[in-house]
């Protein structure tokens, strides 16, 4: 099996790799680059756990290969928060309206919620729980990932 | 309520914002996979594609030759290290179970082979090019088929794993059943689930020379683990580290190793190299554990006014091929009617074994019950035109009947279900919505409300050899922070933050001081970790007894060291304050700078530091009760069920954070949901999973999923704290609340059968007249008997009839309510007269009896869990011996045995 040599910027920083074609983003990110906030929970692409930001736009990171990053800016939940720990404002929205309870499919819960108010986007909430569908938490029973989703739309609570 | 003079700030019932949050939502959390230890290997499993059959050959040449693999090993291999795969009793199994298939396999994903190798893509590769060899047999896959067919299990008569109650129909219980004035006959089939955690399971183990062995794993509790696999291994000479920090949901698959992670374990200590082992999703959903395939068949009679009057109940539960544990679900029958004035009730219990991957728990393993008697109210006041809420006003123990004790001996004393009825019922305005109803019905919309109540019980401690008390372990560093180390565990219960707001509220400092450290074996002491929703009331009591002794011991040295009356030192936002002396006010660091640095300042006999440490063990049982309604529309066109409203009302007791209390139980709700509408594990009549990934186990979705509304009733508990355990009720009262809902708007269609899960195509049946669903798969022809095993020994010639073959040792083998526990007999005969011992882990009980032949009868008192008669009737033949026990209302439990040396 043959080696490719990639190139990519995660979370700002640049990072060079040589994976095997086969090898998916997430196991790349987590294993080769270390960013192990992206949660691995069915592996074809049905759990949302493993969302991350690829160019702008919010992937399932098991159903990308790494060599289709060659060149992309990458954004994992470990990029999230601001440099000086200012949490996202998602984060934020999500500890405050007790939005987790394992953690573990959180991080692919933002990174969706990240991508729909990138830029101070308001997004309707209809949009983003349409979007938060393609998430499973099998904890919560999501009633503080919707409370989220309403202070993201700028909705009073 | 504080004790005098201990911290001004209350924590206790706040929404204070979680420890657990901030690493959690960074992606800092440290979960299994993401720990990599140095010179570490990977594991996958060859596991079997077939449901039944014998393995003829393996063949792992091809495999070898691979690159990257370094080992591949079979039973054969593993066998070089003994393992006894316990129960969560910490008991044998019934049947004999290895890590690895030995010779035959029993289910399609059964593991067959272990490949080691430099990487997980390298091990399912290898994986893969193993060739195994089969002869298919035909498979015992449904309950029925394990009622009629050949034996899972070679050497055993029947498929039966274990069976209580009364097999016989009691003739006066019947006689009363057929003259009541209304009798309900209620079948409800549930469906197969599986937990889905979404962090699934996986191991990594270490072994540091002979004596030292680190495991990371995703589990329930770090010391359940230890101490399981320090029991199974044999290795009571070998220092065992677990480590759990974060768990990524558990939901009863995780309370202890199986069959994957006790082979990664063996495997570890045989190859010498740090191993990981992460189950991925397919395997989640075929080969781990999974639990609620079982069938209920209720009969109960009402008086002309709808009033219980007797009920039976007939049970039966898959337990898969290898179940964490031989069940029969005796807890469905303790509970069934515990909150109801039921006069009389008689059940037999099943649990079968098939060609299935095994039972293990599922949050609220007994929900059975709540199921079936509230959907079975439904029908009775639809029969006899009540108000389904004034059927159970009538029915309910109320608050004013109590205390009682249950017929099963259970005593009641503070329970609340039909108060959480009023309760909801101030909230929701039923007569409002039978208008509301009616009006929709005209325009041909279907709205329904469904009501249930329930009692379930909590933070159970003392009955169970695993199911113990929580210990606390308190510090106020010389920093004057707070740091607990605490037998918890959370796969996201949120116990870092319940606890610190206790110690901070008890202790008189900030919650932003105070650090609770769990998920290593190497601190705290045992407990079971998060099952049988224990840790709130059970951690929460010892919390506050630690935090009390804490304080103390701080007033103590202040008294000392400020000459002061200790009545007169209050501790409030880690100060100590001395009434009437305002310039004495110090820091809780100044003061544990002398605890631990000045001895010489200590009164006479006082120990250095500031430490405490308490292990609360509650009262048996702790009981929380609730009532949920709902209200749905279901679509006649599709067969669609919308959520509309649902109101919850439960009495946990003294609540220590809302925002964690309503998590749980939206958490159970929502997998109620999925119970109830969306999720089934089903095979085909060979025995193949049919839901593989989650495109086919459906899991509710946050569209799914209404916005629930609370009414906490709080009802102090009996126990330290007041508290009452909540992690499971959502899962089990959420089911037939959703059902009633259902049924109540179709009720014009006809009854709705209970057939979980309510699928659209089934609710077009009923709405329809006809059914649509799938015609099921004729049952597979299953042969007759299964064939011997070639090698199967001969069995003994039958020892002559002499009472004298009785007497000696024995050990055996009894299947109680609470798992099988294991003892030793020994036995006395004298003519027809029968004294002995029998030695257990409760101690040592002296009896007399009789003999006749090889038959033995003797009665023995117990107090635990309750006061009971056991009355034992035992066969001898030879050095086996078989009986039953009849054990008051728990009908009848199996004993077996044998002779010992």
Redo the contacts between chains.
Sequence with gaps: MSNHDIELTINGRRFAGSVEARKTLSDFLRIDAGYTGVHVGCEHGVCGACTVIVDGRAVRSCLMLAVQVNGAEVKTVEGLAAPDGTLHPAQQALRDEHGLQCGFCTPGVLMTMAVLTAGNAKPSEESLLAALSGHICRCTGYQGIRRAVKRLAGENL | MNAPGIGATRYIGQ?V??K???R??????Q?V??I?LPGMLHVAFARSPIARGKILSIDTAAALELPGVHAIYTNTELAAIKVEMLSFYLTPPTVPITPLANGSVAYVGDPIALVIADDR?IAEDAASLIEIQYEEEDPVVTISDAKTGAPVHAGTDNNIAAIMGVEEPDEDLEAILHSAPCLVTHRVTHQRIAQ?????RGVIVTREGAEELTLYITCQSPHMIARYVSLALGLPDTSIRVIAK????S?GLKNHPWREEMSVIIAGLLFGRPLKWIE???ENLTSANQAREQEFLVRTAFDANGRLIASHGDYSVNNGAYPQGADCNIAVHMFMWAAYKMPAYAFLTRGWYSNTVGLAAYRGPWAMESLARETALDIAARRLGLEPIELRRRNLVTLTDQPLTTPFGIPLGDITPAECLEKLLETLDVAAFRVEQAEARKQGRYLGLGVAAYIEPTGSAGSIATMTGELAQLRIEPTGKVTATMSTH?????TQTTMAQIIAEKLGVAYEDVTVFEGDSSRGGFSPGAAGSRQGVIAGGATIKASELLAEKVKTLASHLFNAPVESITIENGMVHIAGAKEMTRSLRAIAEIAYGEPARLPPGFEAGLEAQYRYTPPPMTFTSAAHACIVEVDTDTGFVKIQRWISCEDCGTIINP??V??Q???????AIGTVLLEEMSFDARGNPTAV???DYL?P???D?P??EYLHACTPSQSVGGIRGVGEG?AIIGPPTLVNAIADALAPFGEVPVELPLTPVKLLGVIEGRSLAHKAPEPVAVAAAAPLPAAAPPAPPPSAPSSAAADGMWKMILSTPMGPQEMKGQFITNGTLLTGTLFSDVGDQEFEGSITGNSLKWDLKVKKPISLTLKYDVQIDGDNLTGKVKMGFFGNAKLTGERLP
């Design positions: 929404r914002p979680r657990e949050d901030p959690l939502l960074t992606g800092r959390g979960f996979d993401d990599t893509y889905s955690p979404m962090e699934t974060d768990v990524g949901g939901f991925d999703r397919v959370s796969q996201g219960h949120g925002a964690v309503e998590g139980i939206a958490g159970g709700l929502a997998q990934t989650y495109k899991l979705s946050i569209s999923i916005d629930f959502g």
